[in-house]
């Protein structure tokens, strides 16, 4: 297993991989059209120096990891989605390491997430990473997302 930066070839892999997980697992129901950051990438995270991860094994997206750069020191981590068979296998853990060391190299000392309710093992990896749950109203910076019952979650560092 690798962990890359978004690679357009694989553009197809990751919208499979999310939707699967998103819908069929998950039960959330989002849409495509409701996710344009994931048809363009580029636009969407590294443009303004965020970045985009993959974990690939045999030339199959497994995982990914997404950080967009809102500016003065913040971000938001999205995207992060492990295949089934490989989510006891370290995988999230090795995209968050990757995504801290960009952070920090970029100065962002600031993460906030929003994740459904019912992703209640994400809450704890990040619970466990030193995040704490906050209501909406104590939102650090503006950033809009489709709430799906949705909980936020902060890391200042």
Not at 11 to 34: F, M, P, R, V
Not at 100 to 105: D, G
Not at 118 to 141: L, M, N
Request: glycine residues 8%.
């Amino acid at each position: 297993m690798e962990i890359i930066t978004y690679q357009e070839q694989y553009k197809q892999q990751i919208i499979d991989l999310i939707l699967h997980i998103q819908n069929d697992e998950a039960g959330i129901c989002l849409s495509l059209e409701e996710q344009p950051d994931l048809l363009d990438i580029p636009t969407y995270y590294e443009k303004d120096g965020g970045a985009f991860w993959l974990a690939v094994e045999d030339g199959a997206v497994i995982g990914t990891l997404a950080l967009m750069n809102m500016g003065n020191g913040n971000g938001v981590l999205k995207k992060g989605f492990v295949s089934k068979p490989f989510r006891k296998a370290g995988i999230l853990t090795s995209l968050y390491q990757t995504l801290l060391a960009y952070a920090e190299k970029n100065q962002i000392r600031q993460l906030l997430f929003d994740s459904p309710s019912v992703a209640t093992d994400c809450h704890r990896f990040f619970e466990r990473a030193g995040y704490r749950r906050i209501d909406k109203s104590q939102q650090p910076f503006d950033y809009v997302y489709p709430d799906r019952d949705s909980y936020l979650y902060l890391l200042k560092r």
